[in-house]
């Protein structure tokens, strides 16, 4: 059975450019978080979405967004890109909220 | 807000030899998860603890959950090479129970 699938897996932008990052949960995990992890950090929590409706936001400005789809993948948006933006954004499914989550590889976020 | 603070930090140590780290945080936890993050990967579920005291296996890794539930022990048994990682531990709150909130991280290096 596949994972949790990101794309893409590396990414080089510029600031002020908006970037879309998308993620493929696990067959049948209707729960998809998203974090940030800024190099020699833990991960952030951004997002959570279940059933596609917001369950949960982290202290993160506006400029971040995310949706859900009917097949349960998720896009998470950012716009206006900063330096600080620069980071791993990891992808999270779970069968049920809010346990067992199991993370996909991520993509790498460049912002020069 | 919520802070998981793990120590040590980071750790050298040589193969056949225990470890032990710990995670301590400034509110109580109803469930503590203790992760592995390999280099560019995302972080890997290896224990879950659900009740204070609970002490659990998997392999050769032992964590406990504390009786205050303001902390958390990782061991891990006779490294092996392939220990070398990121070890973090994390639990849900924060507000919400669909977010995840991580510790800062012990870096783990073996030695042949």
């Known amino acids: 059975d596949a994972g949790v699938t990101q794309s893409p897996t590396h990414l080089i932008k510029t600031r002020g450019q908006q970037v879309t990052l998308r993620c493929s949960p696990i067959?049948?995990?209707?729960?998809v978080s998203w974090y940030q992890q800024v190099l020699g950090q833990g991960p952030q929590f951004i997002f959570q979405?279940?059933?596609?409706?917001?369950?949960g936001r982290g202290n993160f400005p506006d400029r971040f967004s995310a949706r859900q789809f009917p097949n349960y993948s998720s896009e998470l948006n950012v716009n206006a890109l900063l330096l600080g933006d620069s980071a791993l954004y990891l992808c999270?499914?779970?069968?049920?909220?809010?346990?067992?989550?199991?993370f996909g590889s991520g993509t790498r976020l460049t912002v020069v | 807000g919520q802070q998981l603070n793990q120590s040590p930090q980071s750790m050298f140590i040589q193969e056949g030899e225990d470890v032990s780290m710990n995670c301590t945080s400034s509110?109580?936890?109803?469930?503590w998860l203790w992760y592995k993050q390999d280099p560019g990967e995302g972080p890997v579920l290896l224990i879950a603890l659900y009740k204070a005291g609970e002490l659990t296996s998997n392999g050769r890794l032992t964590a406990q959950f504390g009786i205050t539930r303001k902390d958390s022990f990782l061991n891990i048994s006779a490294s092996i090479p392939s220990d070398v990682g990121i070890y973090f531990c994390a639990g849900p709150g924060g507000g919400t129970a669909s977010k995840l909130t991580f510790g800062t991280g012990t870096r783990l290096q073996v030695t042949l």
């Open positions: 067959s049948g995990h209707k729960s």
């Open positions: 509110s109580i936890f109803n469930t």
């Open positions: 979405y279940y059933e596609k409706e917001e369950r």
């Open positions: 999270a499914s779970s069968a049920t909220v809010p346990y067992g989550y199991t």
